[in-house]
């Protein structure tokens, strides 16, 4: 019972968090500060002393992993639903490539080399993948939020939905290649939408829900859910097939960012051991992790908004280099998926989180109006 009473109130935490913050805090920037401190504050303060339950009784439920898997399927089925709108237009891809490929290679340089402990190769590339991530919805908010001009808006999530896409296909892969039989099943089933589209069942729901379905039942199943959930969105893609999200945008966000998203993060947060934190993660690996994943990444952006636009001021490209770092619920779910694979230990798993926390708070600390006058100018169309 006092299990449950824990999860209840964590949960009445994250939505207080949320109703505070309003529309002056994007969700998941409230969501991470609960994550990276009042949950452990809750457990270490209250949890253990008063009611003598440790993490690992927190964690044990039946109940809690069912609703986690169900949670985290949704949400990468979520995140990989961008797919769709893939564009790989001469400027996108000079922006995505070197924003995706100097972060790769300095996270893998960071595993291998810095991180301690030995890693294998899927873990060495889990990481370098996990720097090269741009959280696509938080990133959009952010854009509305401060007025973004419309045609820079969408050439940054265009090129940022290619970062994610070779990112999660990379993955993918890389974990299929490992377990070779984990990736006929979903194969086969991303193949759906043909099907359909052969009976003529055109209506949205008959694409929507099975896809959730499925990302569910592969998840369960230990079958390889982001194969399927990519080469699916692909399928729908081929098929110029609209995708729509099987219930309302305001009750899916209520789900996502009321039950969804807190869930996946404490269940997180509580696998860290926080008494020996301090002997497992030194000062020297805290700062790389928070430093090294900004600062490639800032660098590759930058590289690639020069390429795309050599004309552009420094300006416009220090600013939209920043925006292209924000990570959010993207990198969240990428670092979760790690976590459960057993690819991360929970303290990397924490420094990694607070860079995610710091990289989204980043533009707005630096000024969210920053040369904002200057992109009108040069990309709002009259």
């Known amino acids: 019972m006092t299990v449950a009473l824990f999860w209840l109130l964590a949960l009445a935490i994250y939505a207080l968090v949320a109703v505070i913050g309003g529309r002056r805090l994007i969700p998941i920037v409230g969501q991470l500060l609960v994550a990276a401190l009042a949950i452990p504050a809750l457990l270490l303060l209250w949890a253990e002393p008063h009611w003598q339950l440790s993490a690992s009784d927190l964690l044990a439920p039946g109940w809690l992993n069912l609703a986690y898997g169900l949670c985290f399927a949704l949400l990468l089925g979520y995140i990989l639903s961008d797919v769709i709108d893939l564009d790989l237009s001469p400027t996108c891809v000079k922006i995505a490539l070197p924003s995706f490929l100097v972060p790769m290679l300095a996270g893998l340089a960071c595993s291998l080399w810095l991180l301690p402990g030995e890693r294998g190769w899927l873990s060495a590339v889990g990481i370098g993948l996990l720097f090269s991530i741009t959280a696509i919805p938080v990133l959009y908010l952010f854009l509305q939020s401060i007025g973004y001009p419309a045609a820079a808006t969408k050439r940054l999530l265009h090129a940022a939905i290619l970062m994610d896409f070779m990112c999660w296909s990379l993955f993918g892969l890389a974990q299929g290649s490992s377990q070779p039989a984990t990736l006929l099943w979903p194969l086969l089933a991303a193949l759906l939408p043909l099907v359909l589209r052969a009976v003529r069942l055109n209506h949205l729901s008959f694409y929507s829900l099975p896809f959730f379905a499925l990302m569910v039942l592969f998840q369960q199943l230990g079958l390889n859910a982001l194969v399927f959930g990519i080469a699916y969105m692909l399928c729908l893609g081929y098929l110029k097939q609209p995708f729509v999200l099987p219930l309302a945008q305001r009750h899916w966000k209520l789900l996502m ?28 690996v805290l700062g790389t992790l928070l430093a090294l994943p900004v600062i490639s990444k800032v660098l590759g952006s930058w590289l690639g908004l020069h390429w795309a636009d050599p004309a552009a001021s420094a300006r416009i490209k220090w600013r939209e280099s920043l925006l ?29 989180l607070l860079m995610s926390l710091f990289s989204t708070l980043l533009p707005a600390l630096l000024g969210r109006h920053v040369a904002n006058h200057e992109a009108k100018a040069r990309y709002e169309i009259s």
């Open 257 to 284: 960012n009321g039950i969804a998203v807190p869930l996946i993060l404490t269940y997180g947060v509580l696998r860290v051991d926080f008494h020996g934190l301090d002997q497992h993660l030194s000062w020297l």
């Open 324 to 352: 292209l770092n924000i990570r959010g619920l993207t990198e969240i779910v990428f670092l979760n998926l790690l976590l459960q694979l057993q690819l991360i230990d929970s303290t990397v798993y924490f420094g990694l």
